[in-house]
């Protein structure tokens, strides 16, 4: 999935991404800029297990293994 600059400024604590066919959720951004050729970036960490976190990137226009979850994807669709 290709990331909007919309789609990144809306990462937010709480927010989930889909990683593969589990759902994580932000639990962290400790960074939201743009590199020096003005793409939007975020980096953060997401709950990955009861007891660990991962951390994640995602800028505008690049593609990524993670997506949104959002009404566009409900659970029975993406078979979570």
Not at 22 to 28: A, I, N, Q, R, Y
Not at 51 to 77: D, I, V
Request: hydrophobic letters at 30%; a negative charge.
């Amino acid at each position: 999935m290709e990331f909007t600059r919309e789609q990144i400024e809306s990462v937010k604590v709480g927010s989930y991404l889909i990683r593969g066919r589990e759902k994580v959720k932000v639990t962290e951004i400790f960074a939201r800029q743009e590199d020096t050729k003005g793409k939007l970036f975020v980096v953060g960490y997401a709950e990955h297990g009861p007891n660990a976190t991962m951390s994640f990137s995602l800028k505008e226009g690049e593609n990524s293994e993670l997506c949104f979850y959002n009404t566009r994807f409900p659970e029975p669709e993406i078979g979570l």
